[in-house]
């Protein structure tokens, strides 16, 4: 009976187990099909934007031509030829679009904003682990005196995320992510490493 009991509650850990397993599958996979439509999406975004500016441009150079043609550089004759006028709304219809296109690409994903904004500024998000060993332990981040470039966003201690203030108490083996100059980001993850 008791080996029966043993070998149904084996069977229950491994079903448990097993559609734990199946759950977080199913959740990585949603959250990946999540991502890559993002991006897709951001593709597209930026492929319309580039049709648009050369479809402004042909027609650019269409109004020109048109121009050329009537032997004018003064607009005033342009102003009531029928040909010229419908470039002229098409320019100004994709001009419209594009705006829009560009709004929307500003407005779009905040974490691929501030990806882009870092590169231009030439930063890095970086993470460490603080060392035992780092004289810093037990002190506040204010009582850090770190340097200007650098700033902690946040730490995690004890698998929770705690957004860094001036009163955050730093201990041994915290995961602190902050942000820095890229190129002295390997003196910085030293400095969190250093007694």
């Not at 008791?2 to 097993?18: E, L, M, P, W």
């Not at 219809?93 to 904004?117: I, S, V």
């Amino acid at each position: 009976m008791k080996a029966r009991n043993a070998g149904v509650t084996a069977f229950q850990k491994i079903k448990r187990d097993f559609v734990v397993v199946l759950y977080g599958l199913r959740e990585a996979t949603i959250d990946f099909a999540e991502r890559v439509s993002r991006c897709v999406q951001h593709f597209k975004t930026y492929l319309a934007i580039d049709t648009l500016e050369a479809n402004i441009k042909q027609n650019q150079a269409l109004l020109g031509e048109t121009a050329y043609r009537r032997n004018t550089s003064a607009l005033d004759p342009l102003v009531g030829d029928p040909e010229c006028m419908e470039i002229c709304k098409r320019i100004k219809a994709d001009q419209k679009q594009l705006h829009f296109l560009e709004d929307q690409q500003e407005k779009g994903d905040p974490m691929t904003r501030f990806w882009q904004d870092l590169r231009q500024s030439n930063s890095v998000v970086a993470r460490v682990v603080v060392s035992d060993q780092f004289f810093g332990i037990g002190k506040k981040i204010k009582e850090l005196s770190l340097p200007a470039e650098i700033r902690v966003i946040f730490v995690a201690k004890n698998r929770q995320v705690q957004i860094a203030d001036e009163d955050l108490l730093i201990e041994a083996y915290d995961r602190i992510t902050y942000v820095c100059c890229i190129e002295k980001e390997n003196f910085y993850n030293k400095y969190w490493m250093n007694s």
